[in-house]
């Protein structure tokens, strides 16, 4: 295993940690019956586990497939090819996960400005287009003759005209900097030990996401993990407690960390083996610290808020 710095928080495994989460990550094959989809992450290619789970079962799809990129996801790589065979590419995946979703499902997707167009299009060939989310990725590279790109989109889909959308459970703690009052008092803001603020409904644009690095304890060795914050926005917005959410490229296991520590069931599904014992290792570590980077006390706040509050006269 690489030695790392001591302020390295990065989640790691080693020999002997990979044999002990070996024994919790269900294997898939081609003779495997019918799964039964709650609380398991499964080593196994989509294409073929998604055929063998049970009708009417979930109520969150949340996919981050690969991009249309050329990449490596550990073992595994993905080829960019046309705008066309792409979104072909997600219909095939798309097309079987269908009948699994409750008729008040929703769905999320995500891609980068490359994969957008088809994602749109292929998700409105089985769902109803509600949104676009774009959130800022805060890090990137410049680029010299193009604009930097620091940005991703998540695409929300519906099964139904009928779904679930706690829009209490995802307002955002904003600073009032102009605070406004009537006779003295603050008109839709408090006053509060850590400054003046207000709840405010979110928005499709998500500018308080933190992309995890090499300090953050939900980080890993996983080249496109999404913050768990982002993930308890969706979940916390599309679901209820005890519901059931559908992954099927999991990476590290984020959407599954996050319902645990919220209080939803899961099905994680990825290919890559040592991407499934990361997550199985994230999972137990979730059994001892449930907190969100930016969640507190049912709460989302802005990025690097405890910063700006110490700051504050």
Same mark, same amino acid.
């Given at each position: 295993?690489?030695?790392?710095?001591?302020?390295?928080?990065?989640?790691?495994?080693?020999?002997?940690? !990979?044999?002990? *989460?070996?024994?919790?990550?269900?294997? =898939?094959?081609?003779?495997?019956?019918? +799964? &039964?989809?709650?609380? %398991?992450?499964?080593?196994?290619?989509?294409?073929?586990?998604?055929?063998?789970?049970?009708?009417?079962?979930?109520?969150?799809?949340?996919?981050?497939?690969?991009?249309?990129?050329?990449?490596?996801?550990?073992?595994?790589?993905?080829?960019?090819?046309?705008?066309?065979?792409?979104?072909?590419?997600?219909?095939?995946?798309?097309?079987?996960?269908?009948?699994?979703?409750?008729?008040?499902?929703?769905?999320?997707?995500?891609?980068?400005?490359?994969?957008?167009?088809?994602?749109?299009?292929?998700?409105?060939?089985?769902?109803?287009?509600?949104?676009?989310?774009?959130?800022?990725?805060?890090?990137?590279?410049?680029?010299?003759?193009?604009?930097?790109?620091?940005?991703?989109?998540?695409?929300?889909?519906?099964? !139904?005209?009928? *779904?679930?959308?706690?829009?209490?459970? =995802?307002?955002?703690?904003?600073?009032? +900097? &102009?605070?406004?009052? %009537?006779?003295?008092?603050?008109?839709?803001?408090?006053?509060?030990?850590?400054?003046?603020?207000?709840?405010?409904?979110?928005?499709?644009?998500?500018?308080?996401?933190?992309?995890?690095?090499?300090?953050?304890?939900?980080?890993?060795?996983?080249?496109?993990?999404?913050?768990?914050?982002?993930?308890?926005?969706?979940?916390?917005?599309?679901?209820?407690?005890?519901?059931?959410?559908?992954?099927?490229?999991?990476?590290?296991?984020?959407?599954?960390?996050?319902?645990?520590?919220?209080?939803?069931?899961?099905?994680?599904?990825?290919?890559?083996?040592?991407?499934?014992?990361?997550?199985?290792?994230?999972?137990?570590?979730?059994?001892?610290?449930?907190?969100?980077?930016?969640?507190?006390?049912?709460?989302?706040?802005?990025?690097?808020?405890?910063?700006?509050?110490?700051?504050?006269?």
């Amino acid at each position: 295993m690489t030695k790392r710095a001591a302020r390295n928080r990065t989640i790691s495994l080693g020999p002997a940690e !990979s044999k002990h *989460y070996m024994r919790y990550v269900r294997r =898939v094959s081609k003779t495997t019956e019918t +799964i &039964a989809a709650r609380d %398991i992450v499964i080593n196994g290619d989509a294409f073929l586990v998604l055929k063998k789970m049970p009708a009417d079962s979930f109520d969150l799809l949340f996919a981050d497939p690969p991009y249309n990129l050329t990449k490596s996801f550990g073992e595994e790589s993905f080829r960019q090819t046309s705008v066309e065979d792409y979104e072909n590419w997600l219909g095939t995946w798309l097309g079987k996960c269908v009948r699994l979703l409750r008729s008040t499902a929703s769905v999320y997707i995500c891609g980068d400005w490359r994969s957008s167009a088809a994602i749109e299009r292929a998700g409105s060939r089985y769902f109803k287009l509600q949104n676009r989310i774009t959130w800022e990725r805060e890090k990137g590279r410049g680029a010299k003759r193009n604009w930097k790109n620091s940005s991703e989109d998540i695409w929300f889909f519906t099964a !139904s005209d009928s *779904y679930t959308f706690n829009i209490d459970a =995802v307002k955002i703690k904003r600073r009032v +900097i &102009a605070p406004y009052t %009537i006779d003295g008092e603050p008109k839709d803001w408090e006053r509060a030990d850590d400054g003046n603020h207000r709840l405010t409904h979110p928005s499709n644009v998500w500018t308080d996401l933190t992309v995890p690095f090499w300090s953050m304890p939900e980080n890993t060795d996983h080249p496109t993990q999404k913050p768990e914050k982002l993930l308890a926005k969706v979940i916390l917005a599309s679901t209820n407690e005890g519901d059931l959410i559908l992954d099927p490229f999991a990476g590290s296991g984020t959407t599954a960390v996050v319902a645990k520590k919220l209080g939803r069931d899961f099905c994680a599904i990825e290919k890559d083996e040592s991407y499934c014992l990361l997550a199985q290792k994230r999972l137990e570590l979730a059994e001892f610290d449930n907190s969100i980077q930016g969640f507190e006390n049912g709460v989302f706040h802005e990025r690097n808020w405890k910063k700006i509050v110490s700051s504050e006269p």
